[in-house]
């Protein structure tokens, strides 16, 4: 008998499943090709919940785990990683408001984005501030009821379609992490601008843009918490989206051995003729590989849900980002290497996992700098 938060969990995933199928697959070439915003995903999603899955049922959300999440975000995956990345994205850009908004920020901006489809997105990156968040040179001078926020974020993930900018700024340079400040600024606001739109390799369905801030005056009340905390809800909201970030990468690897299975299975390969094991050998691997790494996702997920102290979250959610998104890029590129000629035709499934694993090992912090996020936590205090 599944208890009841197993039944609500798997109940996640038969419905993430169906949109899958029955929605994100017969589009997810045409996204890749065109690199067009799917307008028509945000539709579904927001009527199945998939857009509101952090915020609570208070503000009209619906108030799942990470378990849940990462479950919902891994089945989408598993057909287009594009089409994940907008139900992971608005989850990031909501996490800050939830985890350290007051309840009349709350107010004023969750029901928007659970009840009436609204867009947030989280803009950290700058051009001279990426791996190295603490120096993020965006400035953000109290003066008077507001703030006048100026500054350049780049490679922003849904920049050019978003109603909500969850926007990091330094209130005080001087005292580093301590000083950095979050807000949240609406779309239209004077000074607000999208500037270019990455053309991408992979993950093309994800628009990615620069958001210019030019003496953009934001009233205190839209700043996220106090000053100086935004630095924790930043790491505290990473916590939480890296794992989804690996679940994204586990669905995307599935996707490539489901494909190269039937495709073996079709060309005869799957016989067990001497000359044909090298290629049953890699299938073994794969699979071996991706469940390594959906454990580690899962088990990262649920030490974020049960919210025992002193756990290492930090460090299994990093680990969970860069080992199945290593997987995923070497899931894919063998099964290129056995696919031969049609895996490289442009367009093919697999191709397009393969470009969009490149991807996921770089956003969300690059693969070097969750090593260094383990590797700091493994020598702490040692
Ligand atoms: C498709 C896409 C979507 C994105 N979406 C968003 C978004 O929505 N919001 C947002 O804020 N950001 C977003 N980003 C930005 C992303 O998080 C950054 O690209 C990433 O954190 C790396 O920063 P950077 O590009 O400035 O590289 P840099 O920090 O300049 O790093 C360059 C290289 O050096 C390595 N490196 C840097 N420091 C070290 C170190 N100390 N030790 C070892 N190696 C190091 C890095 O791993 C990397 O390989 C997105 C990026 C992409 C590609």
Redesign the pocket.
Known sequence: MLDEIEQEREGWRRKAREVAKNVVAPRAAEIDETGEFAWDLVEAYSKYGFLSLVISKEYGGMDTDITSFCLVTEEIANICASSALLVI?QAVGTMPVVLGGTNELKERVLPQLAKEKGLI?????EPDS???AASVRTKAVLKDDHYVINGR?C???NGGVADFYTVFAATNPDKKIEGITSFVIKKGTPGLTIGKTEE?MG?RG?N?TEVILEDVKVPINQRIGDEGAGWWQMMRTLNRSRPAIGAQAVGLAQGALDYLIRFVQGKGLAKGKEDRLGVQLTLADMAVEIEAARALVYKAANMMDEKVKGAPVQMFSAMSKYFASDVAMKVTTNAVQILQWEGLTKNHPVERMMRDAK?IQ?????N??QR?VVAHTLLKGR
Not at 121 to 125: P, S, V
Not at 362 to 366: D, K, S, V
Request: hydrophobic letters at 40%.
């Open positions: 994205v997105c989280f803009c950290l990156t990426g791996s190295d974020k490679f922003i993930t991408k993950i994800s990615t991807v770089i956003f969300e912090g690059t070097q700098i260094m």
